[in-house]
Every structure is written in structure tokens, then in C-alpha cells.
């Protein structure tokens, strides 16, 4: 069975500091892994996803992604944080890239202090 | 090109009712999903249709929910009757057939309460 954990329901930065959101994963087959982002009012949109191609992703707006398979992460990055990145973030994973049947973690609200 | 289109944006409705959610996908998505999130709760995956046959409903919860897509166009997702555990916000997602450029892409959800 395929599951993920975000660690921290809250993430609070400083405008300009590192962002680091943290998901591990369990899975038994090899994982096509996501990362979403959700705005205030506003549906679920893809920030990046890892399908086996390369293990550092990068994404949209300056976001990166590891997939580091000894220690089961797949934390997402940026080296800057910008007002406009509050929001709540999702990771999720999947049995196959193509698929849109994700598992998503619990979330992780960004907040971004001036 | 037009999002995914859910509505209501938001519903109110007494335990015992009936609640019908509407979903229109992208024009030529043949991928239709449904998801749930509950309150405090991660975002679950509930159907997939593809065109208008249910190709695993595997996430649905019980009988009282009915999801439709009669024609391969937008798909309803019915609730009766409804239960206070039921509230949380539904969101539909759909994608083209085909592999990894086909990216999944998510209504902004109908935010369900009852009461």
C-alpha cells in the first residue's frame, strides 16, 4: 500500500528565507510522486513531479524537489520565499505517472511573515 | 482554454437532504476524477470515470453517493441522504488520455456542509 506524510501542518518563514516542506513516502512499487499547491480559493495546481527521469526536480515559481529513495523523501525547496507563496501544499503519490488516482498527504500551510 | 467548473461553490444542507455537485471538465479530457478532503483530513480519491464508464470507483464511501457522467461530458456526483459526515470539500480533477504530458487539472471544489 502507498502512503504519504508531510511533516508540519504549518510552516511559518520570513519573506526571503529558505522554504523547506518535507513529505516522505511508503510505497512497494516504485513512486511517481507530486507536489501540488492550493491558493486561497482556488483548485489543486501542479507544481512539479517526479517520474523516474531525474532525481532533483525542478518546478514551477522556483520550486525544487528531491527524490532521495534511502531515506523515502521527496521534500520540496525554495531557496526564497515570496509573499505570494502562502498557501497550503500537497504531496502525493502514485502507482504510475500517467495516472490522475493520486494519494495525497495531509498538507502543509505555508505562511510567508514580511 | 476554460478550467474545470464545479458548482455550487458552496452548499448548506440539513441531514436527510439531498445534494447534487456538478463538475465540467476541461473540453477533451476523457479523465474525470472526484475527490473528497474532510475537514482536517487528507484529499481522497473517490471515482474516475473515463468517457462515460466508471473505470474504479474504488474510493467511493457508501451507497448514499451517486456519481454520473452520462456522455462523457461534466459528471454529477449525488449525495442521498445526506450525513453530517459527509461535509468537507469535494473536488473534481480531469486530464487527456495518454501518458505523462497529460497533467491533472483540479476545479477549485464545492465546499460541502451539513447540518
Known amino acids: 500500500a502507498q502512503s504519504v506524510t508531510q511533516l508540519g501542518s504549518h510552516v511559518s518563514v520570513s519573506e526571503g528565507a529558505l522554504v523547506l516542506l518535507r513529505c516522505n513516502y511508503s510505497?512497494?512499487?516504485?513512486?511517481?510522486l507530486f507536489w501540488y499547491v492550493q491558493y486561497p480559493n482556488q483548485g489543486l495546481q501542479l507544481l512539479l513531479k517526479?517520474?523516474?527521469?531525474?532525481?532533483l526536480v525542478k518546478g514551477i515559481n522556483g520550486f525544487e524537489a528531491e527524490f532521495k529513495k534511502s531515506e523515502t523523501s521527496f521534500h520540496l525547496t525554495k531557496p526564497s520565499a515570496h509573499m505570494s507563496d502562502a498557501a497550503e501544499y500537497f504531496c502525493?503519490?502514485?502507482?504510475?505517472?500517467?495516472?490522475?488516482?493520486?494519494?495525497f498527504g495531509q498538507g502543509t500551510t505555508l505562511q510567508v511573515k514580511p | 482554454e476554460a478550467g474545470v467548473t464545479q458548482f455550487p461553490s458552496h452548499s448548506v444542507i440539513e441531514k436527510g437532504q439531498t445534494v447534487t455537485l456538478r463538475c465540467d471538465p476541461i473540453s477533451g479530457h476523457d479523465n474525470l476524477y472526484w475527490y473528497r478532503r474532510v475537514m482536517g483530513k487528507e484529499i481522497k480519491f473517490l471515482l474516475h470515470?473515463?468517457?462515460?464508464?466508471?473505470?474504479?470507483e474504488s474510493g467511493m464511501p457508501n451507497n448514499r453517493f451517486l456519481a454520473e457522467r452520462t456522455g462523457g461530458t461534466y459528471s454529477t456526483l449525488k449525495v442521498q441522504p445526506a450525513e453530517l459526515e459527509d461535509s468537507g470539500v469535494y473536488f473534481c480533477a480531469s486530464s487527456r488520455m495518454g501518458g505523462e504530458s497529460s497533467p491533472l487539472h483540479f476545479g477549485n471544489g464545492t465546499r460541502l456542509t451539513v447540518t
Open positions: 502525493a503519490v502514485s502507482r504510475a505517472s500517467n495516472t490522475g488516482k493520486l494519494i
Open positions: 510505497s512497494s512499487v516504485p513512486p511517481y
Open positions: 517526479y517520474t523516474s527521469a531525474a532525481t
Open positions: 470515470f473515463v468517457k462515460e464508464s466508471k473505470q474504479d
